[in-house]
């Protein structure tokens, strides 16, 4: 009985959340036709990312220091939990960021296309040599437009709820870009809607930040030892 009053509480939440997901995306879209995505993020996305996650009846808060945009660029990882991640972010981070993400999320529709027009990096996981193109690309957003990025280095959203393993490429760009790293914790997701599944479970969201890891920090570290070093710092922020 639970079970069916849960299904049927989620249903009429996509009622809601579905609809205003998509008009986010909708203004997104039809602006970046007018001014780069970089002039209209402030205004709706910080906003709009609350107003959405409110409708799917996700009390959201934010933990820990948001770095100020005048301190950046960055490189913000995360650990990937689900569909509320992208919000999660968008609705903690005032400032406009880019993002590298995988390339099946270019394919589903309307979110897809507005991550073309937004400007984010599709990478494969599938073709390292193509990987590294795409981050090799990616490397002008910190070099030279000086603007911070999101990414996820597990890749994909976790099925289990526990943080899975974290791939090297991102650590490999870190260190190409002598990038700040700002762990990032994501808390709730994976409750509020897992990867299997398309109930929406009403609960609470928490964005945690950590201390920065500057480049001076991790210069001396392999991409390995950098890699298991943020992974520690998120998994730390996770259960802080």
């Not at 589903?108 to 073309?116: N, R, S, T, V």
């Not at 996820?152 to 090297?168: H, L, M, S, V």
């Not at 509020?192 to 599944?197: E, I, L």
């Not at 480049?215 to 298991?228: F, I, P, T």
């Amino acid at each position: 009985m639970k079970n069916i009053i849960n299904q049927i509480l989620s249903f009429f939440i996509l009622l809601i959340f579905f609809p205003l997901f998509s008009l986010l995306l909708i203004l997104v879209i039809v602006f970046s036709y007018i001014t780069h995505p970089k002039n209209t993020y402030p205004i709706f996305v910080p906003i709009g990312a609350r107003l959405i996650m409110l409708s799917g009846l996700q009390l959201f808060s934010v933990k820990g220091k948001v770095p100020p945009k005048e301190g950046g660029p960055y490189l913000f990882m995360f650990n990937h939990e689900s569909m509320f991640d992208i919000l999660m972010l968008g609705g903690a981070i005032p400032y406009y960021i880019n993002a590298v993400g995988w390339e099946g999320i270019f394919k589903i529709p309307l979110f897809g296309y507005m991550a073309k027009r937004y400007g984010a990096y599709s990478i494969t996981h599938d073709n390292t040599d193509k990987a590294k193109a795409t981050l090799k690309a990616a490397e002008k957003i910190l070099l030279f437009d000086k603007t911070s990025m999101v990414l996820a280095p597990e890749g994909q959203r976790t099925i289990t709820g526990e943080i899975g393993e974290f791939k090297k490429g991102g650590f490999h760009f870190a260190k190409a870009t002598n990038a700040t790293i700002i762990p990032v914790g994501l808390i709730g997701a994976y409750r509020a809607n897992k990867r299997t599944s398309w109930q929406i479970n009403p609960g609470r969201l928490t964005t945690v930040f950590g201390d920065p890891i500057t480049a001076d920090q991790y210069a001396n570290m392999s991409v390995e030892e950098l890699r298991d070093f943020t992974k520690n710092k998120i998994s730390g922020l996770i259960r802080a």
